[in-house]
């Protein structure tokens, strides 16, 4: 007798949804020479094919589906929120969450996900976006009236940002940047973000997707990541040149290794490798990383 779908245990056919369900964080373009164009970011759309085949399939799939959700705009992620909110069961199957833009609905989201584990975050230039409906610059303050810490501030990036301090679960951390840190928002995120890691005691690994260089955005994070107490890999990628981020970061004891990208021994005769040379403790760990 042939052997058909329905013949498979559920655990494999588990397996086999999550490779096609869970979408990669990042995007990757079509080439140039391909006929047709690539669909922009905030337009990539989530394959959902699999949860339409039978009832078994959905009742599978919807768990995988919600697993690790890519919100590549502030619309995807109010549109998981009020999912969560009108289906509250499935809140619990979230373990990660990937942002590609600055949103407000983070600080919800980040409550309702009592399983969350990973936060993936691109800092951006909030300044860019269209202010959302009914939202409005601050107004002046009244002459004589205290000055508030968060005034003049776009008001969804303290949003924002005020979910990191309302989880304390983050294991994992990754951090990309679509913005230069000299941006008022981008150093404020930054900051907050050092702040946040200082209560995450569960921390345990953080990626920083991009090359670290001395900046007041970039010195507050570093610090943080100096004190995390179960700080064990740090992720990112080989600075172009000599600074001393990496090396305040090694003076944390519980780091085990500091993984490069592009590693040692691609980026050949590098100015940052040959002065890292100098310092033991950052020596060992890039070598443990490698």
């Not at 337009?43 to 599978?60: A, F, K």
Request: glycine share 2%; with cysteine.
């Amino acid at each position: 007798m042939p052997i058909t779908l329905a013949d498979v245990p559920e655990e494999i056919l588990e397996r086999i949804l999550a490779l096609v369900l869970v979408q990669s964080p990042e995007f990757s373009p079509r080439p140039s020479w391909h006929p047709y164009a690539s669909p922009s970011p905030t337009g990539h759309r989530t394959v959902i094919s699999p949860l339409l085949v039978c009832r078994d399939w959905l009742r599978i799939a919807t768990p995988i589906q919600y697993r690790h959700p890519v919100l590549r705009s502030p619309r995807h992620a109010e549109l998981l929120l009020r999912a969560l909110r009108h289906t509250p069961e499935l809140a619990p199957c979230v373990r990660s969450l990937h942002l590609h833009a600055t949103s407000p609905a983070l600080r919800e989201l980040v409550v309702l996900c009592t399983s969350l584990h990973t936060l993936d975050i691109t800092v951006d230039n909030a300044d860019a976006q269209p202010a959302a409906a009914g939202s409005s610059a601050p107004a002046p303050a009244a002459p004589g009236a205290p000055v508030q810490p968060h005034a003049g501030r776009d008001r969804r990036v303290i949003e924002f940002c005020e979910a990191f301090t309302r989880t304390r679960s983050i294991r994992h951390l990754v951090i990309r940047k679509n913005a230069y840190l000299t941006q008022p928002n981008a150093t404020y995120v930054f900051e907050q973000v050092a702040q946040a890691i200082a209560r995450w005691h569960k921390l345990e690994s953080v990626n920083v997707a991009f090359r670290l260089s001395p900046s007041p955005a970039a010195n507050a994070l570093t610090q943080a990541l100096a004190a995390a107490p179960r700080l064990h890999t740090l992720y990112t990628q080989l600075p172009a040149v000599w600074n001393t981020t990496l090396l305040t970061i090694a003076q944390n004891a519980a780091l085990v290794r500091i993984v490069l990208s592009p590693t040692p021994e691609h980026a050949g005769a590098h100015l940052f490798l040959a002065e890292a040379k100098r310092h033991p403790r950052l020596v060992d760990l890039i070598r443990t990383g490698t």
